[in-house]
């Protein structure tokens, strides 16, 4: 069954008005998340990053809240990488939607549809602006700089450089 | 020719001595290291070949990231205890692989989210039988039941190879790991002299840094893989290494 999606594209993370300029969704809280328009040799958090990993720490293992880690003081940086419809169609059959939902709302953005698009078809030119709304939310939205915390222990993990960092002091592990 | 290995007696506890024989090693040679690991091995290739279109994957001790692209249809993220070869990963990704830092017996992953797994040349960096099970246990814990995870172990009995290890030996190893560090250039219209006491300081820049390695002998990964609660479906010796394919039942 496919679930009703509407036209209006709703995936969109501060789209980077360098690149499109008449689309820009602004982010609801400022406060916590500043967009880098700094240029970087090498990234690598993309946002799908944030849907496979959790607290590392055992006795979170069983706890709900471990996943997904809370992102707070995060740079986002965008920037146009190359789009593969048939990857994000696939990966999003994949993807813990709660948890895109909720690392979207830590970085800002409240305007993703609580349930998750289903059927998408590339060919379809309707899905192909949803597709190419998701790859923007998915891939081309990167982390630079951040906080991951840990809602259940409350551990709080850094990334530095874009790459996130799940090394624990010695009393965690 | 070369250096010779030296006996590893581990009286630092475990976790002390893969600091100081692996992970801060590692950290000190990454960028030489990881010039030296661009070939994939044909096993590993093949086991990355064979997984289903766009199933998703970990290469837990990921290195330098080098089978992180080998199968583009395939979406994998790789994790390694050394800050510094995630750093060349990172160089080497183009932006492409999915990184982070970790350790192989605290993977920050959901369990049972994932379809396959690799581990290539980490877990004999495990200075205990006990870690080296747990570790194995962990890394299937991630994937799904029926999902499969190829590891790759150094092996006892290389008899062939440089270092010439063989049955009998000692198994628990410090591998001598030789770094060139690089001395600055001299200018040009140096005179002799300068010449060759800059080649001197060369050799002083030498310098030798020792890694732990608990080399397999035959049958032991098996054996590590059942006591982790895994499967073997199927195993072999390659290039100096045994490896095994461990599926999660």
Known sequence: MRTAVPAVPQYIIWRDERKISNRNTPPTTQTQTQIAHKKYNTRNMKFITTNFVKCAVKTCDSSVDAFPLQYSDCQIVQEELEYNPEFIVHMLERLEWNAVVKVARDLGNESLPPVKPEGLDPIMEDDQVILRDLHTLLVETQIVEGKMVCRNCEHIYFIKNSIPNFLLPPHLC | ?249
Not at chain 2, 148 to 175: H, I, N, P, T
Request: proline share 4%; charged share 30%; net charge negative.
């Open chain 2, 1 to 249: 020719m070369g250096v010779p290995s030296l006996p590893s007696e581990a009286v630092a506890p475990p976790k002390d001595h893969e600091q100081q024989w692996v992970h801060d090693v590692y950290n000190e040679i990454a960028p030489h290291f990881s010039l030296t690991r661009y070939k994939p091995w044909p096993i590993v290739e093949k086991f990355l070949g064979e997984q289903i279109d766009h199933s998703i994957g970990l290469d837990v001790g990921c290195g330098n990231g080098k089978y992180l692209g080998v199968n583009k249809k395939l979406y994998m993220i790789g994790s390694d205890r050394s800050l510094g070869l995630i750093d060349c990963a990172q160089s080497n990704s183009g932006n492409l692989f999915s990184l982070c830092v970790a350790d192989g017996l605290h993977l920050p992953h959901e369990n049972g989210r994932f379809d396959f797994a690799i581990s290539i040349a980490v877990i004999h960096h495990f200075s205990t039988e006990e870690r080296r099970i747990d570790a194995i246990r962990h890394i299937l814990s991630k994937i799904r039941v029926g999902g499969r995870l190829l590891v790759y172990c150094w092996a006892l009995e290389q008899e062939k190879s440089r270092r010439g290890y063989k049955e009998g030996d000692a198994q628990d190893v410090l591998v001598p790991w030789v770094l060139q560090k690089k001395t600055k250039k001299s200018l040009k219209g140096a005179d002799e002299a300068d010449e060759k006491s800059e080649k001197e300081e060369k050799k002083v820049e030498q310098e030798t840094k020792y890694r732990y390695y608990h080399l397999y002998r035959e049958g032991e990964l098996i054996d590590n893989a059942v006591k982790a609660g895994g499967v073997v479906v199927e195993h072999g010796y390659e290039k100096d290494n045994w490896w095994a394919i461990i599926e999660r039942v």
